[in-house]
């Protein structure tokens, strides 16, 4: 397999990794860890929702497969200290690269939704858009193990 061969299989590696790497602030969707465990339920009702963007993961896998694709594309460059220093700076510009490419990827739009709970305390939580709440909506808002969601 030649360098440009697989240059291209370790991009669609680090494709594969940083889509795998995206966790959901679902209201449907659980952590294994958070299965079998008791919730605490509230009713309330929604008094505003507004659009927000979740901010996206930031580990090492992405900077990291980054570093390695810019290493290897970057030790192409010219020949004996040309391809080292071509190696260390490809490897630099692509774990920036890579890690900001993982952000972007794992970025997902969220609602921030207030509720006036049922004994009249108002709360706000923020979660994943893929669930749809208007004000006037009665809701159920699940608390457990360090997590708060809504729900219908």
């Known amino acids: 397999m030649n360098k440009n061969s697989f240059s291209l299989v370790v991009i669609a590696t680090l494709a594969l990794a940083v889509g795998g790497c995206a966790t959901s602030k679902s209201a449907g969707v659980y952590e294994r860890g958070q299965a079998q465990h008791e919730m605490i339920v509230r ?3 929604v008094q505003d929702v507004r659009p927000v963007k979740i901010a996206g993961t930031q580990s090492a896998i992405g900077a ?3 570093a390695i694709v810019g290493g ?3 030790s192409n460059v010219g020949q004996g200290k040309g391809s080292t220093v071509g190696a ?3 490897a630099v510009a692509g774990g920036l ?3 900001a ?3 972007g990827v794992t970025r997902e739009d969220g609602v921030e939704i207030t ?3 049922d004994n009249g305390n108002m709360i706000a939580i923020t979660q994943a858009a893929d669930e749809a709440f208007r004000p006037g909506d009665r809701v159920r808002v699940l608390s457990g193990g360090g997590t708060t969601r809504v729900s219908h």
């Open 64 to 66: 990291g497969a980054g």
């Open 88 to 90: 260390v700076l490809g």
């Open 115 to 117: 509720v006036k709970l």
């Open 72 to 74: 290897l594309a970057g």
């Open 43 to 45: 009713m309330g009702v």
């Open 97 to 99: 690269a890579g890690s």
């Open 101 to 103: 490419i993982e952000q």
